[in-house]
């Protein structure tokens, strides 16, 4: 055999589709730099030349022929009388090349270079898979579902890469088996154990910030700016808008004729209901409308400690708290103030405190009326029972039960 051919080890090499041919090359080269190093003391006087197409690798020693007997250095001179065996036309003062043979390596050489490369090549491609999605945290990634796990779920992006998508970075009603496509935000990119992991989200704020970005080209374009958003996924979410554009409508443009932009949003958050508002500098209006779609009948803003005492009619009061209390809390985070509400209006006297209740009405299910601001029995019966359904967890026999029970201390 003439060269060491390594067309086996090059054929596994192609596999790791993230490195370029150039790279791949001096990667290889470097490997035999530094066991030519090792073994002769000295790299700079060989040629290294590499065919990765054919899967061969030719190592070319270079020495200068001097007078026999004049050898200082056998690894950079060669005596007259052995470079003549080369190449009879050879003379004293020139530079001969000469191919080293498989031969002049053992065997166990040989296995560690296969494995310094395959070292190397996996170093290196870790390398190129971290810094390439460390620039691309907060983009938008479509891969497919490799591998569904308890607690985490394998994603393959369109190169195979390996994507972890967690838990906790799921919407809870989200449902994926193999073969599925899925979107998500790329969230953070480490190092664990030498290796890259690529976290994803589908909870994170920056994820509808990006959908907003692909539907709506006014928001893309830098014409419409999203100040901010605030989410409980899967559940309900607040976003705020602005543009500088007077004859731009933001909210408008980011619902579209008829929903139609928003809707495609929806439907990636698994019916996510999304509320779009104005943002204001007005710290009253903003609130407002961050507490939609209740209406607000006054605000008593405590500026130094950041509280809101919002008032209202009665029947407002469960539309501001909303279901399981997410209209209310996101409205707080999204303005940065505390709120609180309070009804307008001075409480009926003949009105009963809900918890007087207790020995007739579970305790679960009073606290599941609190919750939308039912803490009087008149509260409760200014509803319908329709919508106390909607706004609850209870079923509708069990809330036609508390309405008898409420119905019965009036009477």
Excluded at 80 to 102: C, N, R
Aim: charged letters at 35%.
């Amino acid at each position: 055999m003439e060269h060491i051919n390594l067309v086996e080890t090059f054929s596994e090499f192609k596999e790791f589709k993230n490195i370029d041919r150039e790279t791949m090359m001096r990667i290889i080269e470097d490997v035999f730099k530094h066991m030519l190093e090792k073994k002769y003391g000295d790299e700079a006087h060989f040629d290294i030349i590499v065919n990765i197409d054919k899967g061969d690798l030719e190592i070319w020693r270079n020495r200068e022929i001097v007078e026999d007997g004049e050898v200082e250095d056998e690894n950079l001179q060669i005596v007259f009388s052995e470079a003549i065996k080369i190449e009879p036309d050879f003379e004293v003062g020139e530079e001969v090349s000469e191919e080293l043979k498989l031969a002049d390596f053992g065997r166990r050489e040989i296995l560690t270079i296969r494995q310094n490369l395959i070292s190397k090549i996996q170093e290196y491609e870790k390398d190129n898979i971290y810094n390439k999605y460390k620039e691309r945290i907060g983009e938008i990634i479509t891969g497919e579902v490799y591998q569904v796990w308890k607690k985490e779920i394998l994603v393959l992006d369109d190169e195979n890469i390996e994507l972890i998508l967690p838990k906790s970075e799921q919407i809870p009603s989200d449902f994926y088996r193999k073969g599925d496509t899925i979107r998500a935000v790329v969230s953070k990119v480490e190092m664990r154990n030498s290796s890259p992991v690529i976290i994803l989200s589908r909870t994170s704020p920056i994820f509808l910030e990006r959908l907003f970005e692909s539907e709506v080209p006014e928001v893309y374009d830098g014409l419409i700016t999203i100040k901010k958003i605030e989410r409980v996924p899967g559940e309900r979410a607040k976003i705020s808008v602005e543009s500088y554009d007077d004859r731009i409508d933001p909210v408008g443009a980011c619902v579209g004729m008829k929903g139609s932009r928003i809707h495609g949003i929806v439907r990636e958050l698994k019916n996510e209901n999304i509320d779009v508002i104005n943002f204001t500098s007005n710290a009253k209006l903003y609130i407002t409308r961050a507490l939609s779609p209740a209406k607000i009948s006054s605000i008593v803003l405590d500026e130094e400690n950041k509280k809101a005492e919002v008032y209202m009619k009665p029947d407002q009061v469960s539309l501001a708290i909303g279901k399981g209390g997410f209209n209310i809390r996101l409205a707080g985070k999204l303005t940065g103030y505390e709120i609180d509400v309070y009804r307008d209006t001075d409480i009926d006297s003949e009105d009963v405190d809900i918890q007087e209740f207790s020995d007739e009405i579970d305790q679960w299910i009073i606290d599941e009326l609190k919750t939308i601001g039912c803490d009087t029995a008149k509260s409760v019966l200014e509803i319908s029972i329709d919508e106390l359904v909607s706004r609850t967890d209870l079923e509708k026999e069990t809330i036609n039960e508390v309405i008898k029970i409420i119905k019965a201390e009036f009477e």
